[in-house]
């Protein structure tokens, strides 16, 4: 198959370079040319894990390229991705469609001959029918099918997650169309990869139910955990004790200082909206979300708490930047918050991220950066931890202890136990745990 994906991000380049990998014809355009200046030179602009091999070979056996215009990879291909951004819009929180439109009147102008159009973007239950309609206005005589192929893939994992996916999701009623979509995935049956058929509207709003009931597990933990606080109990056994019901399921259910990230955030608030606009609202998911936002802050306040009371003048090392491990994406990412709510109370910040800084720095003000975990917590005051990246899994204690102006430590994600890091003389907080 011949392959055209629009938008080389997160989603678009993993899942080009996949396609590719499956033994497809995959051109991936992206309208940044720092970014396909940087591909072309074999240069991964994203860190996801085993991107940059995937991508090397795959460019290497002929299968994958890379273009600035959309023109020439679209007219050949049999099927043209859309993975564009569909952020949240300022000042309301509906999707922003306009990168997803303005891609598809592009599309529309170059494609010749019978051309599936399949959005992978996140997107509001019928915009498959606005893709449609805006190329049947710019090409009344063109032959092609609208699809809704949502993508499930987790950053960190993503190269798994596309290859061994739990399902894939199909949504349309065009049977040429399906047809395509299925040699596509075909060499996911050998894996046994369940494949979805359903229409339009369904496999678009099962990305938006899916990623909110995650964010409501997630949210539902971590109210657990704020209880359990409060009456002495530990939020792991809790969690535990309901997560081996098969009904419940262990997954998503970490305390910890909220959700962030690129997705469930503006996934949430964008389904609020659909669902507010469609008079069903879902008011589940508007707890969630209001929730989820005062968490973060709460989470800075619990590391002045952990110092005492004032963090004003002192020096707070926070380890962990990005909104989750093994990935570089800060996009509202909870350390945002929490960074702020400790620099509005007067403290200092110090912060490492292996792979998070760079980002950092552009949303950041007055944040000194560190070369490691150790040179991070030199003379601080308080150590947080808000992102458990492996490498801070099992920090020598006495090393850190000796260096710290004062052992304190917030583990803002339930990385050590307590009584272990108690016993080596710092005061020692966590979430949900006492
Ligand atoms: N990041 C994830 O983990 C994830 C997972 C599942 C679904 N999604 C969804 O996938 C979509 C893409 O997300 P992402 O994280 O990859 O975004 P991203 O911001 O990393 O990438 C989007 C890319 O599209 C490019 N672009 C925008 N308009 C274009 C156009 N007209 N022509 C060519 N390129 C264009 C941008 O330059 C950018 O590089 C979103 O709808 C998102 O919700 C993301």
């Not at 989820?292 to 802050?297: A, G, P, S």
């Amino acid at each position: 198959m011949r392959i055209a994906m629009i938008g080389a991000g997160y989603v678009g380049l993993v899942s080009g370079a996949c396609f590719a990998d499956f033994g497809h014809s995959v051109c991936c355009v992206d309208k940044d040319p720092a970014k396909i200046e940087a591909l072309e030179q074999g240069r991964i602009p994203i860190f996801e894990p085993g991107l940059a091999e995937l991508v090397a070979t795959n460019v290497r056996e002929g299968r994958l390229s890379f273009a600035t215009d959309l023109s020439q990879a679209v007219q050949s291909a049999e099927a043209v991705f859309i993975a564009v951004g569909t952020p949240s819009r300022r000042g309301d929180g509906h999707a922003d469609l306009s990168y997803v439109y303005q891609a598809a009147r592009e599309i529309a102008a170059a494609m010749d001959g019978y051309t599936v159009v399949v959005t992978k973007s996140t997107v509001p239950v019928g915009t498959g029918d606005e893709v449609e309609r805006i190329i049947r206005e710019t090409r009344p005589d063109a032959d092609f099918a609208v699809v809704s192929n949502p993508e499930f893939l987790r950053e960190g994992a993503a190269i798994a997650d596309f290859k061994r996916p739990d399902r894939i999701v199909i949504g349309t009623e065009d049977e040429r169309a399906e047809a395509v979509m299925n040699e596509i995935y075909r060499p996911l049956y050998l894996n046994q990869a369940p494949i979805l058929a359903m229409c339009r509207r369904a496999a678009e709003l099962t990305k938006y139910a899916a990623n909110a009931f995650l964010a409501t597990k997630i949210t539902f933990i971590n109210e657990i955990a704020n209880l359990c606080e409060q009456v002495g109990a530990d939020v792991q056994d809790v969690a535990r004790g309901i997560g081996l019901d098969n009904r419940i399921g262990s997954k998503f259910l970490h305390a910890g200082p909220g959700y962030g990230g690129s997705c469930f955030p503006k996934d949430t608030l964008a389904l609020i909206k659909t669902a507010q606009d469609f008079e069903a609202p879902i008011r589940i998911v508007e707890t969630v979300a209001a929730v989820n936002d005062q968490r973060k802050r709460a989470m800075g306040r619990k590391v002045i708490a952990a110092c005492g009371g004032s963090v004003r003048g002192k020096t707070v090392a926070v380890l962990g930047l990005t909104f989750k491990p093994n990935t570089d994406d800060m996009r509202e990412a909870p350390s945002l918050d929490i960074i702020r709510t400790l620099q509005d109370a007067g403290a200092k910040i110090r912060a490492y991220d292996p792979e998070g800084m760079e980002a950092a720095k552009g949303m950041l003000q007055d944040v000194e950066y560190a070369r490691d975990a150790y040179d991070c917590a030199k003379d601080a005051h308080a150590l947080a931890i808000v992102t458990e990246w492996n490498m801070f899994r099992a920090l020598d204690l006495e090393r850190l202890k000796k260096s710290m102006a004062e052992p304190v430590i917030a583990d803002l994600r339930n990385i050590y136990r307590a009584e272990e890091v108690r016993r080596r003389g710092f005061t020692y907080v966590s979430v949900g745990r006492v």
